[in-house]
């Protein structure tokens, strides 16, 4: 009986590959997934909601990981980078005991290392100096202002040189963005004496003052680099791009989206835009948003916290954006996407600001880690957890809803799902043509329902999961959900026509 099902499955579905390009509707774009893994975090290739939201998921608060306790760390810590490279996790960040203006002598950066991204130690390097001593972890110090923001990169470019294997960039709008590379991400020198970028290349009033940062775009193919200014009064964010990661094309200002529309702009302290590890063509930003003059405490409570008297009259959270390439960030979620905890020490000016890059601690677990309690003897690291492709969900009630794609084309063999559901939630997947019409042996009378919660749960339907015959083929999806959270899904596997020829 299954076989001459499948049978029959495979006839409808030869009938429909010979006509599957008529079925395109004037003005129809098809975008090309290939075999990218996609998330719900945008609308790009959303086309229809029933009853399904988009839904942005706040990470898990797993405590504080590393005080900045040390003589030569303090209380005005900050503009963090989190790097992981293969087992090892990479932690770099301005030691600063006493505030004092942006680039001064007594800033240095400091170094960390974990083996899960969870429990981190201080090496004592012995580079440099500090009190007589240099039992310490300073890893770049007398390098001044590089060492006011100085941000770390791992290059994966193919053919990057042994000795240029790591990269940064520092400095404030007095010296221009200084390019530093390391061999082994410790010992760092000048890639050039002269700034690889300077006030004269960017056309705005001020500049450089916040953590920039940069990294290699295997989408692009090219390095990328993100930049703080001042546009009317308002911090914003440029980016340029580079072949050789010191000659820099001219910068072009973000601009937000925001549901198809412009999104408000707001003060962005930094940035923190980074590929995501699991999808690197979608660039995630979990920035710092600042909210000058926004005062919560009163001056008793200030001084209940120790914090130092002028940094208690603004307050800040994370927020997200996404990008994939280009000019435009999208807000597709406006609220705090890590709210201030409880607690006076929280509600401080210059908390809260995000580290450098989201990393995978765990099979099923990302984490996300945030500098807090600035300017105050407890400033500390903290981290916060999601699951896997986390951020965001398209989500349904126990009542139900739909969601259908734009028309893709993708390259693969099975499709898999990372999702939630509830005991009495389901997913159920149809493959519809490019008109809508659902294609034989795809249909939702044929899908089987996905009851569960994993993060890749290969989809079946009746006659198995093998959607290799209509890869490169335009097709949608509709998605049928029902109190449950689907995260992202992904084309994967060999194609059977691809590796028959």
Sequence with gaps: MMRGLIVVA???????????????????????????????????????????????????????????????????????????????????????????????SG?????????????????????????????????????????????PMLDDRPGVPAEERFKAIGGTMASGLIAMASADGIHWQR?????????????????FDSQNLAFWSTSENKYLCYFRVFADGIRRICRTTSDDFVNWSPPTLMEYRHHGGEAPIEHLYTNQTHPYFRAPHLYVSVAARFMPGRQVLSE????????????????????L??????????????????????????????????????????????????????AQPTAHLHRYSMRVDGFASAQAPFSGGE????????TGRELSINFGTS????????????????????????????????????????????????SGKPIRLRVVIKDADLYSFQFSGADKTLSAN
């Design 10 to 104: 495979g006839l409808l579905l030869a009938s429909w590959t010979i006509n599957c390009r008529s079925s395109l509707r004037a003005g129809d774009d098809v975008i090309d997934i290939g075999s990218r893994r996609e998330l719900f975090v945008d609308h790009l290739l959303i086309d229809k909601l029933d009853n399904v939201r988009l839904v942005l998921n706040r990470p898990r608060d797993e405590g504080i990981v590393m005080p900045f306790d040390k003589p030569w760390e303090g209380p005005f810590c900050g503009y963090c980078t989190v790097i992981k490279e293969g087992d090892l996790y990479r932690l770099y960040y301005r030691g600063s005991p006493v505030g004092g203006a942006d680039g001064n």
């Design 107 to 151: 800033e240095s950066y400091c170094y960390a290392e974990s083996s899960d991204g969870v429990s981190w130690t201080k090496p004592e390097l012995n580079l440099y100096e500090f009190q007589g001593s240099t039992k310490n972890n300073i890893v770049l110090a007398d390098a001044a202002p590089v060492t006011h923001n100085f941000c």
């Design 191 to 207: 890639m050039r004496e002269e700034p690889v970028m300077t006030t004269s290349m960017v056309p705005y009033d001020y500049m």
């Design 300 to 319: 008793v409570q200030a001084k209940a916290i120790n914090v130092s008297p002028q940094y208690f009259k603004d307050t800040s959270d994370a927020v």
């Design 321 to 374: 954006m996404t990008s994939r390439g280009g000019h435009f960030y999208d807000r597709t979620f406006l609220e705090g996407f890590v709210r201030p905890g409880i607690g006076a020490q929280n509600w401080v000016s210059r908390t809260n600001y995000p580290a450098l890059n989201i990393v995978q601690t765990g099979a099923t677990e990302m984490s996300v880690y945030l500098n807090q309690d600035y």
């Design 403 to 410: 969601l259908v794609t734009k028309v893709v084309t993708f």
């Design 423 to 470: 005991a009495a939630g389901s997913i159920r997947v149809e493959i519809q043509d490019a008109s809508g019409k659902p294609i034989p042996g795809f249909a939702l009378s044929a899908a089987i329902e996905q009851i569960g919660n994993e993060t890749q749960r290969v989809v079946t339907w009746k006659h198995g999961s093998d959607v290799s015959p209509l």
